[in-house]
Structures are given as structure tokens and as C-alpha cells.
């Protein structure tokens, strides 16, 4: 499994990054985790986009999907060589309103058109059974966040992505972070002492302390605001994990196992 960072920046895009995005190809299947604002130009030095398996979002804030206006663009008008098939889009449950209405604010010039569908197979799915997209496996938990967030465990031959999405603390990451091969988590607050207010996002201590009851194998920490102390943010990580760890960072490629 090839899981590549597409997106680390947190609220907007960190100079030069992007919002929040993950690609986990296997085999034939490619799938994009969350199209946060810049995914797609990080995407491109990757993968043709018209080659994309499926898209999962696992919540409905600007920094996780609003690329999503860009890959319904580029499937719709960008040239290519044979025709492809639509890509799956997954949505968390109760979302396809918010969709249909997001499309409609761009449809004023393409009249009688479904702006989303007509590029994607679109679907909610249910965070209480797994989801299967080609060899990946995909099970969720709810995140503690501003609004309804999904945490996701990727499986496929034995190996085990797990990503946090957005979360602060109290949300149970354990079973999705259990034994994980590679744990991408959030740690959107700089230090809990220095921002203990936030309590939709996690410090990097907490990060790591989740890494370290689930028993992760590696920790990278994300959705991290440029100007930050990312080498006291990684160590500060590190400690409480006991682990490998790192910071983050657009075009990094991992190959499960590794």
C-alpha cells in the first residue's frame, strides 16, 4: 500500500502546501482521502486524476472538500487520452443536501445539469459497517469536532493505514489506530498550554499518547499551521509516543511496509 501526502496544511493552505488530502493507491485502486484547497495541483505531480478509483470525505469543513469543485472541473472539461470511468465519491452520512447545494451555486451557466453527479457515483456511507473499494478495507469512529467527523482505519494485505482526520481530545482513536503501520494524526494546537481552549484539535503530546495506547507503529503528525514550532512540535510528539514520528509535509510517500 503507497500512501502519499497530498495535504498538511490545517484551516488554509501553509505557503506552497495544501489542505488536507491523502492518496493510498494499491494495486488498480486509488483512492483520495479528503480534497481540501490545493489537493488537486499536489494530486496532479501524482496520479491523472481521470485514473481515481474513489473519493472519501470524512467531513464536510472547507479545508477537507472544497477541491472537490476542482476534480468535478477537471473530470468534466480536462482532456484525456481514453474515456474513464466516473469515480466513486463518498460522502459522511446526511451530506448529499450540502453537496447538491454547493454544485448549484456553480451551475448558473451549465443549466439542466447535476453539477456533482454527472462526473461522480456518488453515495453516503454508513460509518458503522466497513467499506470496501477495490483491495482497501475501511472501518470508522467519530472524532470529537466542530461538526460530524470521521476518523478512518485503510486496510489491505495485512497492513494498516490509519488516519485521525479532525479531532481534539476525548474522541476513542484506539481501535482505529490499533497496531497501524503508518497513524497520520492531527495536531492542530500548537501545545494544549498554550491554546487550551481548542477542543475540536488535538497538541501534539495528545497525538502521540493516542499512537502509543493503540500500539501504531509510526506517527506522523498533520494539519499544522506554517509559523509553528515544528521540531518542538515533533519532539513534544515523540516523547509521549515513544516512536518513530515526523512532521508532515506535501509530496511525502510512504510504502507500507516499509
Not at 500500500?1 to 486509488?30: F, H
Not at 478512518?152 to 497496531?179: C, K, M
Amino acid at each position: 500500500m503507497k500512501v502519499t501526502i497530498l495535504g498538511a496544511s490545517p484551516a488554509i493552505p501553509n505557503p506552497g502546501g495544501a489542505c488536507t488530502g491523502l492518496l493510498i493507491e494499491a494495486g488498480d485502486t486509488s483512492l483520495l482521502v479528503d480534497c481540501g484547497p490545493g489537493v488537486m495541483s499536489q494530486l496532479e505531480r501524482h496520479l491523472d486524476f481521470h485514473d481515481l478509483t474513489a473519493v472519501l470525505i470524512t467531513h464536510l469543513h472547507a479545508d477537507h472538500c472544497l477541491d472537490l469543485v476542482m476534480l468535478r472541473n477537471g473530470l468534466k472539461y480536462a482532456p484525456s487520452a481514453l474515456p474513464k470511468p466516473r469515480p466513486h465519491l463518498f460522502l459522511p452520512p446526511a451530506s448529499r443536501t450540502f453537496l447538491n447545494e454547493l454544485g448549484h451555486l456553480f451551475t448558473q451557466g451549465e443549466p439542466n445539469t447535476d453539477f456533482f453527479g454527472d462526473q461522480f457515483h456518488i453515495e453516503e456511507y454508513e460509518p458503522s459497517r466497513p467499506l470496501h473499494i477495490g483491495p482497501l478495507t475501511l472501518t470508522f469512529a467519530p472524532t470529537r469536532h466542530y461538526i460530524d467527523c470521521w476518523a478512518v482505519r485503510i486496510e489491505n494485505a495485512g497492513r494498516v493505514l490509519a488516519f485521525s482526520s479532525d479531532t481534539g481530545p476525548g474522541a476513542d482513536l484506539t481501535p482505529i489506530a490499533q497496531g497501524a503501520d503508518l497513524f497520520i494524526c492531527e495536531a492542530g494546537v500548537e501545545s494544549r498550554a498554550s491554546d487550551p481552549n481548542t477542543w475540536g484539535h488535538l497538541a501534539p503530546d495528545e497525538a502521540g499518547q493516542i499512537a502509543r495506547s493503540a500500539g501504531a507503529r509510526r506517527l506522523t503528525i498533520t494539519h499544522i499551521w506554517h509559523g509553528y514550532d515544528q521540531p518542538a512540535m515533533r519532539a513534544a510528539a515523540a516523547a509521549a509516543f515513544g516512536g518513530p514520528t515526523e512532521v508532515a509535509a506535501e509530496g511525502r510517500v510512504y510504502h507500507l511496509p516499509e
